[in-house]
């Protein structure tokens, strides 16, 4: 069992350190679906276990509206409600959570530091769950809008556009089902891609061609957004003919997939893929000692909460066993 505050750890004395420092044994960066998984894990693990988490707890699958295909939830599930409960058993088993950006993590010895703009915290592992942040497509009209017609999350701003027409742009699971969520509000969805096939599983394909409130527009690309006060129209340009078009429109959901939120690790010698996820093997070992990640935030091949949720069990099962060969 883990005491969270020893000074001394093994033979090396950390004084210098970790002077007058409560030493956690584990601290999870993000408090996502993978984050409160591995805090659940820990905790009843005994670990003295600190998730440090940006804004509020249950990632980005917090904003979705409806989740269908995490088990144990045959009607489904929306996506705040999943994950304040995942938040309110990691507390109930003694997870403690605090809020700020992680500015950056240094290592001593077996030891680690998690730096905060006006706070640091000691920890003798950390376990980076600190999951990935929506991208954003970089035509012009679309920082300027962002509130005023621009969104990344229809089940923010859905209830605002109600009787409008909007387009959301992508191809992907989450287009697509926003897509679909939108169809509750508005009149009209134009569901605009840059193929003419779309990457989504295929229900929610099947979901959206049967859905007369969508019009699908593929092989198109949007140049511009523009308007006075709020969104008035979106520029696209099909990639075949070159046409370009406006559409007259109250609102633009932008949904083309993620970056990874890895920049607090820049000045580690963590290893990250092409892409800037984190590479770890399958006990969610990074190649650095005691430092361990998962779920979106790690190279993998399938983002669900599912599979956060599991990588979060493993991260921490790896997190007591290096504490023990400490
Ligand atoms: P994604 O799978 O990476 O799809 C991104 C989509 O945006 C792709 O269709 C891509 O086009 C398009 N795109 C990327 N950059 C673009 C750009 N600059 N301009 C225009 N289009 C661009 O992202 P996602 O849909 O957010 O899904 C992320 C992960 O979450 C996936 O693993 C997904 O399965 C999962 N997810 C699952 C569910 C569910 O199970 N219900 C719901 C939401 C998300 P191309 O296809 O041409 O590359």
């Given at each position: 069992m883990g005491s969270g505050y020893k000074i001394f750890v093994g033979k090396i004395n950390y004084k210098g350190w970790a002077k007058n420092k409560m030493i956690y044994d584990t601290i999870i960066i993000g408090g996502g679906p993978a984050g409160l998984s591995s805090a659940i894990y820990s905790s009843r693990a005994r670990l003295n276990t600190l998730i440090i988490e940006k804004a509020g707890c249950g990632g980005l699958i917090a904003m979705t509206d409806f989740l269908e295909n995490y088990p144990g939830f045959e009607s489904g599930i929306n996506g705040f409600e999943l994950t304040s409960k995942m938040e309110q058993?990691?507390?109930?088993?003694?997870?403690?959570?605090?809020?700020?950006?992680?500015?950056?993590?240094?290592?001593?010895?077996?030891?680690?530091?998690?730096?905060l703009a006006?706070?640091?915290?000691?920890?003798?592992?950390?376990?980076?769950?600190?999951?990935?942040?929506?991208?954003?497509?970089?035509?012009?009209?679309?920082?300027?809008?962002?509130?005023?017609?621009?969104?990344?999350?229809?089940?923010?701003?859905?209830?605002?556009?109600?009787?409008?027409?909007?387009?959301?742009?992508?191809?992907?699971?989450?287009?697509?089902?926003?897509?679909?969520f939108l169809t509750k509000f508005v009149n009209k969805v134009f569901l605009v891609h840059r193929r003419d096939k779309?990457?989504?599983?295929?229900?929610l394909q099947e979901r959206v061609l049967g859905e007369p409130k969508i019009e699908v527009v593929f092989d198109s690309i949007v140049e511009e957004i523009t308007g006075s006060e709020f969104?008035?129209?979106?520029?696209?340009?099909?990639?075949?003919?070159?046409?370009?078009?406006?559409?007259?429109?109250?609102?633009v959901f932008i949904f083309i997939g993620w970056t990874p939120n890895t920049n607090f690790l820049t000045q580690n010698k963590i290893t990250l893929d092409e892409k800037g996820y984190i590479v770890t093997d399958d006990q969610m070992k990074t190649s650095m000692d005691g430092i361990f990640a998962c779920g979106d935030v790690r190279k993998k091949i399938l983002r669900q909460v599912v599979t956060a949720a599991g990588d979060g069990a493993v991260?921490?099962?790896?997190?007591?066993?290096?504490?023990e060969s400490d």
């Open positions: 058993q990691a507390r109930n088993f003694g997870t403690k959570i605090v809020y700020g950006e992680v500015l950056s993590i240094e290592t001593k010895e077996t030891l680690k530091k998690v730096i006006d706070k640091t915290y000691i920890t003798k592992t950390i376990i980076v769950a600190s999951g990935s942040n929506f991208k954003k497509l970089g035509v012009r009209g679309e920082v300027e809008f962002i509130g005023k017609g621009v969104s990344y999350c229809a089940t923010c701003d859905g209830p605002f556009f109600k009787n409008k027409e909007v387009a959301v742009i992508g191809g992907g699971d989450s287009a697509l089902q926003e897509a679909l779309f990457r989504a599983t295929q229900i969104v008035e129209k979106v520029k696209i340009k099909n990639v075949k003919s070159n046409m370009v078009k406006e559409i007259a429109l109250n609102g991260a921490s099962i790896s997190a007591q066993k290096h504490i």
